[in-house]
């Protein structure tokens, strides 16, 4: 069974910079996508990173280009998600997720984790 658990959300000035890790475990992650989406109230999830597990390839949306990146180290099984520059629109629940597809799609991620808080005071 897959677990992805993330940690490392909390509160933060804008301009401030947080670093989100998700522990992954429960399978092989060869071939697979993993990647951070994320849920501000009220709104639709929305993919942010995605990092293809084998190659380290990555992928950004446009709204955090330049002022995220996204990791993984195969050693630990962890993804992690460096934030800068933070803004309070990037206020939001943020979720890992793993799928075997090149999506910036919701449904074609098959586990999710539990999600992690951050929020981003003006």
């Known amino acids: 069974q897959v677990q992805l658990v993330e940690s490392g959300g909390g509160l933060v000035q804008a301009g401030g910079s947080l670093r989100l890790s998700c522990a992954a475990s429960?399978?092989?992650?060869?071939?697979?996508?993993m990647a951070w989406f994320r849920q501000a109230p009220g709104k639709e999830r929305e993919f942010v990173a995605r990092?293809?597990?084998?190659?380290?390839?990555?992928y950004y949306a446009d709204s955090v280009k330049g002022r995220f990146t996204i990791s993984r180290d195969k050693a630990k099984n962890t993804v992690d998600l460096q934030m800068y520059s933070l803004k309070p629109e990037d206020t939001a629940v943020y979720y890992c997720?793993?799928?075997?597809?090149?999506?910036?799609?919701?449904?074609?991620?098959?586990?999710w984790g539990q999600g992690t808080q951050v929020t981003v005071s003006a």
């Open positions: 429960g399978r092989p992650f060869n071939g697979y996508y």
């Open positions: 997720a793993a799928g075997p597809r090149l999506s910036t799609l919701v449904p074609n991620y098959n586990d």
């Open positions: 990092i293809r597990w084998t190659t380290g390839s990555t």
